[in-house]
């Protein structure tokens, strides 16, 4: 009963995810988006991306609490037709109003994204409690690969709707076709454990997490801020390359000639995009179950560590080279995002989990914001007349990047002192 429910859960949750990799392919759009829709003005266009993962941790805070009164199912097949809703209003935006793609694919599409991406998460933890890292990290590795499944297919569709700067909007009616179909059908494979296997897994549990904290409990906690504020901090090289991996591509095969150079049947720029997204997901999975063996902490410090080192070399790495430095930041970040929900459930339990996350993803929300509008800034200082990114210039926001995860180092040292405290307590 527990393997079969527990499996079904967790194949319906790698579903829904893969779809919610749209989030992850946004520098597809922000050339075209940029071009057409905000007059070249990348801060503009890439306020909706950040608009949307701001509103995710929102919609995951309110789907987390509506979840733990209802179901998991309901508030799933709910938040898939509002991600619905706010892709097909956006195919419907023009110039005219710029500003009602921040409305509808970053407030209402985030709203959706938010009330199936941390309850779907939840559920799936609730089923095996001593395999956090793992089970999240195959969840959330889903949401990574759904990037490299959709950037081919959201490539095509634009073409076939007219190219870069026609084709969006068509493409964003059909996406939300997508989010309709496979979220409403995978909502009514989630199950929470009931009977038997709750009462079992409810033991094993507290084998684990001795004390399952409510949202209001866990807010007293110095822990949780300690939390929210390295997620801030250590998702901002990330996010920077998540935007600009196709732009920053484009100038270095410009700059080496490769213009002709194709892969695995696409141009290399998309490539790009393709490199962040396919090691973004293999990142969450690999590292989700190294920290089941290491701890979560220990994985946390070797993350932020590569998320110092990494962003630097940005403006020193040419030609194809470049496309590993994309993979090791897209590899790194990745694992940020397997380790922060299982680091939520061990400290804070699974009882609430899904509301929980939901409060420590307003930090990933709020930086990954910040993380835009200062790559925004500094792209479009950097925009030569020709309409490519001279990357020296974006160099700064890098650097950024880099000093705010080793003050997450610094934090997560915090957080880990901590828990040494509270242990010696205990035990006088």
Known sequence: MKTNQGIKTILAAVAIQITLGVAYIWSVFQNGIARTIFSGDDRGASLAFSLLLLMMTVGSIIGGKLAARYSTRIVVFIGGLILALGF??????????????????????????????????????????????????V?????????????????RLIAVFGGVGEGEQGTFRVLGIIFTVVISICSFFLHSPHGEDKAKLAAATAAVTKKQYSPSEMLKTPQFYMIVF????????????????????????????LNDVVILGMGLAAFGVMAVTMFNSLGRLTWGMISDKLGRNKVIFILLSGNVVLPLLVNTVGGLWVYILIALIGLFYGGIFSNFPALTADLFGVKHVAANYGFVLLGFGVGSNIASQIAGYF????????????????????????????????????????????KEKKLK
């Open 88 to 137: 097909f209003l956006s195919s419907l935006v023009t110039a005219d109003y710029p500003w009602m793609l921040w409305i509808t694919y970053g407030v209402i599409g985030g709203l959706g994204m938010g009330f199936t991406y941390s309850t779907t998460i939840a559920c799936a933890q609730k089923w095996y409690p001593h395999k956090r890292g793992l089970v999240t990290g």
């Open 139 to 155: 969840i959330v590795a889903s949401l990574g690969f759904g990037g490299v499944v959709l950037t081919p297919i959201v490539e």
């Open 230 to 257: 390295a997620y801030l901090l250590a998702c901002m090289g990330g996010v920077m390359m998540i935007n600009f991996a196709r732009p920053i591509a484009e100038v270095r095969i410009a700059e080496a000639e």
């Open 379 to 422: 792209a479009r200082a950097a925009r030569g007349e020709d309409g490519y990114i001279v990357v020296s210039e974006m160099f700064p926001a890098f650097i950024i990047a880099s000093c705010c995860s080793a003050a997450a180092i610094v934090l997560m040292v915090i957080l880990k002192k901590l828990g040494s405290d509270k």
